[in-house]
C-alpha cells in the first residue's frame, strides 16, 4: 500500500497489478566501467504497452473513509536508462 498524508486527510493506494512487464527489449548499449574500484553498469532498456489496475481510497482522520474506488491504466510506451 502506498498512502499520503494530506492534512487532516489520507489518499492511498493499494493492490497494484501490472502486466506486460516481460517484453523488455534492449535500446542503446550496454556500458561497463571501473572507477575508484567501483565497477558500473550502464544500460538502457524500454518495454511496449503496460496494462495495469488498482484500488484508491480517501479517508479523513479517524479512520473515516470518505471515498474509494478502483482504477485502471495503461502506458504506452516506457524507457529506462541507468
Known amino acids: 500500500m502506498i498512502a499520503f498524508q494530506l492534512g487532516v486527510m489520507t489518499a492511498s493506494v493499494s493492490n497494484i497489478y501490472a502486466s506486460g512487464l516481460s517484453s ?25 504497452k503496460l496494462r495495469g489496475q488498482m484500488k484508491w481510497e480517501l479517508a479523513a482522520a479517524g479512520g473515516w473513509v470518505l ?11 516506457i524507457q529506462v536508462r541507468n
Open 67 to 77: 471515498r474509494s474506488g478502483g482504477a485502471t491504466f495503461t502506458v504506452d510506451y
Open 24 to 48: 523488455f527489449y534492449r535500446v542503446g548499449n550496454l556500458t561497463i566501467t571501473m572507477e575508484n574500484h567501483v565497477l558500473h553498469f550502464g544500460f538502457h532498456v524500454g518495454t511496449k
